[in-house]
Nanobody
Framework: EVQLVESGGGLVQAGGSLRLSCAAS????????IGWFRQAPGKEREGVSC????????YYADSVKGRFTVSSDHAKNTVYLQMNRLKPEDTAAYYC??????????????????WGQGTQVTVSS
């Protein structure tokens, strides 16, 4: 059974940090890129970051560049999203998703193969 399980969300004050985890199982982790997306109420789903299995390619949305860092632990089949200097506008449900191949910001979210259940991040001002 394919599973992507996010954890690490929570409530944090502006300027604080959180680290999200995405634990993958049930598929060949090395064959997939893992993307992080977020969706706030009333807004469209937004691509935040992604990382390819080979570590060669990473991507960050302009809104998070310099504040978020994506990394991957192949021994644990887990991808992390370190989020620093959080802002209230970062408040959203965060999802990880897997797509075959390399990290490509041009791949729309609805072409990703597998999705986690999401974890809520709330940043208070």
């Amino acid at each position: 059974e394919v599973q992507l399980v996010e954890s690490g969300g929570g409530l944090v004050q502006a300027g604080g940090s959180l680290r999200l985890s995405c634990a993958a199982s049930g598929f060949t982790f090395d064959d997939y890129a893992i993307g992080w997306f977020r969706q706030a109420p009333g807004k469209e789903r937004e691509g935040v970051s992604c990382i390819s299995s080979s570590y060669v390619t990473t991507y960050y949305a302009d809104s998070v560049k310099g504040r978020f860092t994506v990394s991957s632990d192949h021994a644990k089949n887990t991808v992390y999203l370190q989020m620093n200097r959080l802002k209230p506008e970062d408040t959203a449900a965060y999802y990880c998703a897997a797509v075959v191949g390399l990290c490509d910001p041009m791949v729309p979210w609805n072409e990703y193969d597998y999705w986690g259940q999401g974890t809520q991040v709330t940043v208070s001002s």
